[in-house]
């Protein structure tokens, strides 16, 4: 019984390794058909196996050169892309002009008050240009001090410019008339220096040195300390000057910008004379001394 069943069991495993030949036989004809052959890509060594990209033609032309080639530029090709310019009219042939009031105002003082301006206007380019000045004070109905000058401005820098011109007294007594000679500047952004020397009748000389610096607070608001100081080479008590330093004046404003054109103001002036200007006021019963409130209007056209 056991010998059968052992030949039976042989029998089957050897039908079943038939079977099995039988179909790896067809599935390798299989794959010859279709022209391919099974692969096992696990066994692939890509990294090993080096590939030449410039034999893989992926345009038709070479990707360094363009399909239509590009024309050679020519000298008349730039001329026609870039034309000759006519100069800057801000800062070439124009010319400008600007009228700026620095001051205008009226100051109190012990029970009395005057109208003080101070203004400036200029025409010409940016080399060369006509300067005017005004400054002058009405006190009690009458005009107290009153002059004009005119200047022809001339640019040594970016920020600097040399003046030349005359000067005119109206006011005190019977006025005067000066040669002037000066520097003009702005050192610093908002700062702005003037110092001119002056040689008038009777040989008198004077210098004039004035400093304004303006403090921007905000947008709008805009502090601005001023100082004048004005110095005489001899005394004349008929024209209220004295040798040495004879005036100065210390300001402090704060103004708002409503516009660039247009700026009310409010602030205190300190009035002073000295030397023998000071000992030439006493003996006249006048202050040596002054503080003066301020409010006024900076204007500019």
Same mark, same amino acid.
Request: overall charge negative; aromatic content about 6%.
């Given at each position: 019984m056991n010998e059968n069943r052992n030949r039976s069991f042989a029998t089957g495993v050897a039908l079943l390794a038939l079977l099995v030949s039988e179909r790896a036989l067809a599935t390798g004809m299989d794959h010859m058909n279709h022209g391919t052959m099974p692969m096992d890509h696990g066994q692939v060594n890509h990294g090993s196996m080096p590939m030449d990209h410039s034999l893989m033609n992926h345009a038709a032309t070479p990707p360094d050169q363009p399909r239509t080639p590009l024309p050679v530029v !020519?000298? @008349?090709d730039r001329r026609a892309a870039f #034309? #000759? &310019? #006519?100069?800057? =009219?801000?800062?070439? *042939?124009?010319?400008n002009w600007a009228v700026i009031v620095d001051q205008l105002e009226y100051q109190n003082f012990e029970n009395s008050g005057a109208l003080n301006w101070n203004a400036t206007a200029w025409v010409g380019g940016d080399i060369d240009r006509l300067w005017l000045r005004s400054e002058g004070e009405r006190e009690q109905g009458k005009t107290h001090k009153a002059e004009l000058q005119a200047l022809w401005g001339h640019a040594i820098s970016p920020w600097w410019e040399l003046v030349g011109g005359v000067r005119q007294d109206f006011k005190p007594a019977s006025g005067q008339a000066w040669a002037a000679f000066g520097i003009q500047g702005t050192p610093l952004y908002g &700062? $702005?220096? $003037?110092?001119? @020397? %002056?040689?008038? $009748? /009777? =040989? =008198? !000389?004077?210098? /004039?040195? $004035?400093? @304004? %610096?303006?403090? &921007?607070?905000?947008? *709008?608001?805009? &502090?601005e300390p001023t100082v004048e100081a004005n110095f005489f080479g001899r005394n004349d008590a008929g024209r209220e000057q004295g040798a040495g330093l004879a005036e100065s004046e210390v300001g402090l404003r704060l103004r708002y910008e409503i516009t660039r054109a247009f700026a009310p103001y409010v602030g205190v002036s300190f009035n002073r004379l000295h030397g023998n200007r000071a000992e =030439?006021? /006493? @003996?006249n019963d006048e202050d040596s001394g002054q503080t003066r409130w301020v409010a006024g209007v900076r204007l500019r056209f």
């Open positions: !020519t000298d @008349a #034309p #000759p &310019l #006519p100069g800057h =009219q801000v800062h070439d *042939r124009a010319t &700062l $702005e220096l $003037e110092a001119t @020397a %002056y040689a008038g $009748e /009777r =040989q =008198q !000389t004077a210098l /004039r040195l $004035e400093v @304004a %610096y303006a403090m &921007l607070l905000s947008n *709008r608001w805009v &502090l =030439q006021a /006493r @003996a």
